[in-house]
């Protein structure tokens, strides 16, 4: 008999607003992945099965700091027009990285982070909102290398 360690699955965080349609759709869709790879459906991915973790709670800061890497695409927080608006979108009123952790750590209860945002957290990837095709390339890694 061979022991083996059971395979860790990689953590993708859903950061939800029950209330919002948007937090809802895009927890229908990680849902519907997760039952596909746990099903074994999903042949055509670099990924199988994961692990849904679903929070009301906003992230930590330094969570923030990963995410705002992640959509941006550009840890110093350049202020190109791309930059500026995945910040945006992240936090609301952000100029940029620097400006959108000021604005959550000063920011109340929850800093004015946007729900939803799903994140990857093993392959450094984050989407805005509930764009189902963006949350399925991220989570199946169909254009991860």
């Known amino acids: 008999m061979v022991f083996r360690f059971p395979k860790t699955l990689d953590p993708i965080t859903l950061f939800h ?6 937090s809802k759709n895009a927890l229908a869709t990680l849902k519907r992945a997760l039952t596909a790879a746990e099903a074994g459906e999903a ?7 994961f692990q849904l973790e679903v929070t009301t709670a906003p992230p930590t800061t330094d969570q923030l700091r990963n995410i ?3 959509v941006t695409g550009d840890p110093a927080g350049a ?8 910040v945006e979108q992240v936090v609301k009123g952000a100029r ?24 990857d ?5 984050a989407v805005v909102g509930d764009n189902e095709s963006e949350i399925l390339k991220m989570v199946h890694q169909l254009d991860v290398d």
Do not use: H, I, M
């Open 17 to 22: 607003n029950p209330s919002s349609q948007a």
């Open 43 to 49: 042949q055509t991915t670099k990924r199988g099965e």
């Open 68 to 70: 705002l890497d992640y």
């Open 79 to 86: 202020g190109n027009n791309r930059v500026f608006y995945a």
């Open 96 to 119: 940029d990285a620097e400006d959108a952790v000021k604005r959550f750590k000063e920011g109340g209860l929850d800093g004015g982070f946007v729900r939803p945002v799903t994140v």
């Open 121 to 125: 957290w093993t392959n450094g990837r």
